[in-house]
T-cell receptor, first 117, second 115 residues
């Protein structure tokens, strides 16, 4: 079974509108971390936001927020006021076994976001 | 935050040859990782490179094909050996310190095309 599922291969949004990118995860470990990365066409991976499984509040970083619904095992990324520069591939990732510190990231298949003027 | 550089940024190679990719981090880090991203696909972990010990390879990846070195806490190399067109991918170096919530940083990637 996939550990990270991103069901939207592609999303379109108009500039200045908000967009939500979906991510669901599967783990039996009570300790885990969830990450979102942005990959522009240049190929680099840019860290956007992190949510720990024990965090009480949803994470926010500027225009990015993470809608964390633990019971549903979902960690959707919300981008407010989209900009043309937001056009990129977006990956959701999970690290399990938070306490060990040695576990690795597992990535979803990604969602391509296109922002139009 | 750590800044990671990779060399080369891209290369075109002939089948049967080998290429070594270098990864340099601007600070000492405990853990370094190598990922492969095939065209249009997500990232797949090749191995975790630990200083002073053998790399730990993921299922489907072997040391003979992807030998890795980690001579110190800021540097690692990945060699893609006996290349075939199926090895055409972006290879990404990544690093983080231990600690459950530490951010994982990525290098800019090496775009490899095998003819």
């Amino acid at each position: 079974a996939q550990k990270i599922t991103q069901t939207q291969p592609g999303m379109f949004v108009q500039e200045k509108e908000a967009v939500t990118l979906d991510c669901t995860y599967d783990t039996s470990d009570p300790s885990y971390g969830l990450f979102w990365y942005k990959q522009p066409s240049s190929g680099e991976m840019i860290f956007l936001i992190y949510q720990g499984s024990y965090d009480q509040q949803n994470a926010t970083e500027g225009r990015y927020s993470l809608n964390f619904q633990k019971a549903r095992k979902s960690a959707n990324l919300v981008i407010s006021a989209s900009q043309l520069g937001d056009s990129a591939m977006y990956f959701c990732a999970m690290r399990e076994g938070r306490g060990s510190g040695y576990s690795t990231l597992t990535f979803g298949k990604g969602t391509m976001l296109l922002v139009s003027p | 935050s750590a800044v990671i550089s990779q060399k080369p940024s891209r290369d075109i190679c002939q089948r049967g040859t080998s290429l070594t990719i270098q990864c340099q981090v601007d600070s000492q880090v405990t853990m370094m990782f190598w990922y492969r991203q095939q065209p249009g696909q997500s990232l797949t972990l090749i191995a975790t490179a630990n200083q002073g010990s053998e790399a730990t390879y993921e299922s489907g990846f072997v040391i003979d094909k992807f030998p890795i070195s980690r001579p110190n806490l800021t540097f690692s190399t990945l060699t893609v050996s006996n290349m075939s067109p199926e090895d055409s991918s972006i290879y990404l170096c990544s690093a983080r310190d231990t600690g459950p919530d530490n951010e994982q940083f990525f290098g800019p990637g090496t775009r490899l095309t095998v003819l």
